[in-house]
């Protein structure tokens, strides 16, 4: 709008006042890089002078101010102020790291496009944020290739910095900088230095790229590929944990060996994968050593199934044939564990393809023992889950929920009385009035006891709808898993009290739904 040109013009007048106000006062920080007139350094004494970098000083302000001369050829009034400080003591100081580290860099004419405002500052504030760090470091952070065959920064090609221990060719791999990757490797340089936290370039390289793992591990001996860092992990873990199954074949091809355990926690790869969540690492380490799939990590001997945290990885393991019902050390199954940590995704999965609720572990605790939410709860008694099963200790289910900080006690314990949950034989000093054997408290039953059971049914009614349809959907599903001839393994629920259903004919029929509806109506 024309009407409002004034007004903008106005307003940038201002804006530029006040910032030449600022410069002008003192406002504008001094790590700043400003583009200055040489001519009004000409009365300036000249403290020290260095390959195009000048410290003069004091200023008329009292300032001891770095300048950097442009190159002759650029026939430039004007020079790049890159610090001003009021200690002279402190201005040579830095004077001099920026004399060892800025000289080499802009006072080459392989890169003059590095004379620019926007550039330096890059570059100085690297190296105020690194002190420690080497021409060939900020070279390799920076991407500059040509400055690292110079003499001046090749020298530094091999340097640990004093800080993080980090090499050039550290810094290149996290930076994804392939071109300076290549020169340092074809410069020789060492691909055995760690930083401080025990990590190799072959860690750095683990959750980049397959490009860049085969870059650095080109000829390496895999004892180097092979060993931990600080917190335990070897390249192959940490490409697990971050979901990178492309840094995971590159890794395999490389030499990483999956039978090396985390010296923290004794997982070996397969099992970090499983904690990340991870099915494709998991399925491009099994499908290169299906050994894996069984192995138990050597601290709690779960195996890759025990580790599972979502539905999408139960399902791909078992296609692969991972026994459902295998036991780590405690003689806990995974079921066990996905009951415990209330994923009812996982539940249901196990479930469907053949989990069994029956099996105790080391101390008597059948699943069941382990509920602590409403949903999961209802899962294990549509799959015949036994209620009045007792640990060790003599506790069934009712009396570990009476104990238990459920949210949801109130429903649960009404479901499991609803089914015919029966109360403790003798009283325990952690029973409570819903499980002591002279207790009433049956979870608040409303009067109608009756109606109360008919809601519980019609609950478990459509859960188990939801369970067939999803078994049904597994049943007409391409990736058919054939087990003892024409059965499909992710369908069919075997060794139950119940057997309601032979096979994925009878799923797609409903006749199992019948049959088990049949069976808790007369529990009821």
């Not at 403290?47 to 970098?53: H, K, P």
């Not at 944020?129 to 952070?141: E, L, N, R, S």
């Not at 065959?149 to 791999?173: C, D, F, G, M, Y």
Request: proline content about 4%.
């Amino acid at each position: 709008d024309s009407n409002n040109l004034p007004f903008i013009l106005l307003s940038s007048m201002n804006f530029m006042g006040n910032l030449m106000r600022r410069v002008l006062s003192g406002d504008v920080s001094p790590d700043a890089v400003l583009e200055v007139n040489v001519a009004a350094f000409a009365n300036v004494p000249v403290v020290a002078r260095e390959e195009g970098l000048l410290l003069y000083g004091p200023t008329r302000d009292d300032k001891y101010e770095v300048l950097l001369q442009q190159p002759i050829e650029a026939n430039s009034k004007t020079a790049f102020s890159l610090f001003r400080l009021s200690n002279r003591q402190s201005a040579q100081e830095r004077f001099i790291r920026l004399r060892e580290v800025l000289a080499p860099l802009v006072s080459s004419h392989s890169r003059p496009d590095m004379c620019n405002q926007r550039t330096l500052q890059e570059l100085l504030t690297l190296q105020r944020d690194h002190p420690t760090w080497q021409a060939a470091h900020i070279a390799a952070k920076m991407g500059y290739v040509e400055l690292l065959t110079l003499p001046a920064v090749q020298k530094w090609s091999n340097a640990a910095e004093l800080e993080h221990r980090l090499t050039p060719l550290h810094i290149a791999v996290d930076e994804q900088r392939v071109p300076v990757i290549s020169t340092l490797l074809q410069m020789g340089v060492s691909r055995d230095a760690v930083d401080n936290a025990g990590n190799s370039v072959y860690h750095v390289a683990a959750t980049t790229t397959k490009q860049i793992i085969e870059l650095v591990t080109t000829g390496v001996d895999s004892r180097l590929l092979n060993a931990p860092n600080n917190t335990g992990d070897t390249p192959l873990h940490l490409a697990c944990r971050a979901d990178k199954p492309d840094c995971v074949t590159a890794l395999l091809v490389a030499g990483a060996d999956v039978n090396v355990a985390a010296t923290t926690d004794s997982c070996f790869a397969i099992h970090t994968a499983m904690a990340a969540d991870s099915a494709t690492c998991a399925k491009e380490i099994l499908s290169r050593h299906p050994n894996m799939l069984h192995v138990q990590d050597m601290k709690l001997g779960g195996t890759p199934l025990h580790w599972a945290k979502s539905k999408k990885m139960i399902n791909a393991l078992v296609e692969l044939r991972c026994h459902v019902n295998a036991k780590n050390f405690e003689g806990r199954t995974a079921l066990h564990l996905m009951v415990a940590h209330d994923r009812l995704g996982c539940v249901m999965a196990l479930l469907t393809h053949g989990a069994r609720c029956d099996i105790t572990d080391n101390v008597g605790n059948n699943p069941m023992h382990g509920v602590n939410s409403l949903p999961v709860l209802h899962a294990l008694l549509v799959f015949d889950a036994p209620i009045n099963a007792e640990n060790e200790m003599g506790e069934t289910a009712l009396h570990c929920m009476v104990s238990s900080s459920c949210t949801q006690k109130k429903e649960m314990l009404q479901a499991v009385h609803a089914l015919g949950a029966v109360r403790c034989m003798r009283h325990m000093s952690s029973c409570g009035s819903a499980c002591s054997p002279v207790g009433t408290n049956d979870g608040s039953l409303p009067a109608d006891r009756h109606a109360a059971k008919e809601r519980v049914r019609s609950h478990y009614d459509n859960f188990l709808d939801d369970a067939m349809f999803g078994m049904q959907g597994a049943a007409s599903g391409a990736n058919a898993d054939k087990l003892n001839g024409n059965v499909r393994r992710s369908t069919i629920v075997s060794g139950r009290r119940w057997h309601p259903w032979a096979g994925a004919d009878r799923v797609a029929e409903g006749s199992a739904t019948t049959s088990w509806r049949q069976a808790h109506q007369a529990a009821l």
